[in-house]
């Protein structure tokens, strides 16, 4: 039996009867459909919950930004190994979005790409590392039962201790061939952590112009980056660093994590007009020089989207992430 709910706690319960607890994540949903999300400005989402003998098996919630009206989104999704519960779940899900003329269904995506979105399908030999999307091995096959096909990829590689050796000694050599541009007065710059809501308000222009045509992208304002921002849990191994032009401006940025003598290096992005002047891997080398200092020993080269890419010379990835899709047919 599959139930629409606007009760929290139920749906919390649901996902703690199938993965058990996890307080940060009940967190996360609680803000996620708190009255004061300011996402629910610009969208609109319902939450569902499968009960079997009045046990919860399952749970969805379908959204869809109003920003982005033919396009519907499911997310926040658990479910014990059962296909007809997961196509159960799916299904109401996408009758809401049908009866608001969505024409197409993607995720997982919880309400946002600005936060959790994509499944995991590969790599579930690996430990996970921080904001990996994680998730049980027979969630894909699940949704590919239920009619989905992934819509889009990404890949993370896991770099050994000899690989990132030799990857530094590489950057090291090309080092000489970008010092035209610290001559021309490009520089790097790390975000000053104890000014968080100044630095923010730095970071977010660069995120809504940079991101603009990424997977997913809904420009938000400041006062939803700054309150998603805020939520989330604080780390003292963040390090933000951000790319300035020769006049001055900030024309880029990159975020990683410092976990022991392991880098995860995660979100760049740098304005198209400065994509071509190889500011990547110049970034790189200074992110490496600075990381080594540090004790940097391996890395990880996390959530990157299918096509070109600097990580692809270290060979094939060692995990893979998807959004699936699905079309809704009309019901008029």
């Avoid at 969505?102 to 590392?129: E, T, W």
Wanted: net charge positive; aromatic share 12%; with cysteine.
């Amino acid at each position: 039996m599959i139930l629409p709910t606007n009760n929290i706690d139920d749906f919390i319960h649901a996902r703690t009867c199938i993965r058990g607890q996890d307080l940060n994540a009940d967190l996360y949903d609680q803000q996620a459909f708190s009255s004061d999300n300011l996402f629910f400005r610009h969208g609109e989402a319902q939450m569902f919950i499968a009960l079997k003998n009045n046990i919860p098996v399952g749970r969805i919630a379908a959204s869809r930004d109003h920003t982005t009206p033919a396009r519907g989104n499911f997310g926040f999704f658990e479910c014990i190994n059962d296909v007809n519960i997961a196509s159960a779940l799916l299904n109401h899900a996408e009758q809401w979005l049908q009866n608001r003329h969505c024409d197409a269904m993607h995720g997982p995506l919880d309400l946002s790409v600005m936060r959790n979105y994509r499944m995991q399908i590969s790599g579930f030999n690996k430990k996970a590392f921080h904001t990996e999307p994680r998730n049980p091995s027979y969630y894909p096959e699940l949704l590919r039962q239920s009619g989905f096909r992934e819509h889009h990829i990404w890949s993370s590689w896991d770099i050994s201790p000899s690989r990132f050796l030799t990857w530094r000694i590489f950057l090291c050599f090309k080092q000489k061939s970008f010092r035209h541009l610290t001559q021309q007065g490009y520089r790097i710059e790390p975000m000053d952590m104890q000014r968080m809501p100044d630095e923010l308000a730095r970071l977010h222009p660069l995120i809504m112009e940079t991101f603009a045509n990424n997977y997913g992208f809904v420009p938000i304002d400041f006062q939803e980056y700054l309150q998603i921002e805020s939520a989330r849990p604080p780390s003292d191994a963040l390090r933000v660093f951000f790319i300035k032009s020769p006049d001055g401006s900030d024309i880029g940025f990159f975020a990683g994590w410092l976990l022991g003598r392991l880098a995860l290096l995660y979100i760049i992005g740098i304005k198209a007009e400065h994509r071509k002047k190889d500011l990547i891997p110049w970034m790189f080398c200074d992110v490496m020089k600075t990381m080594s200092k540090h004790g940097t020993r391996s890395a990880i080269g996390a959530l990157v989207r299918e096509g070109p890419s600097y990580y692809n010379r270290l060979g094939k990835a060692t995990r893979t992430y998807a959004v699936f899709s699905k079309a809704i047919a009309s019901n008029v």
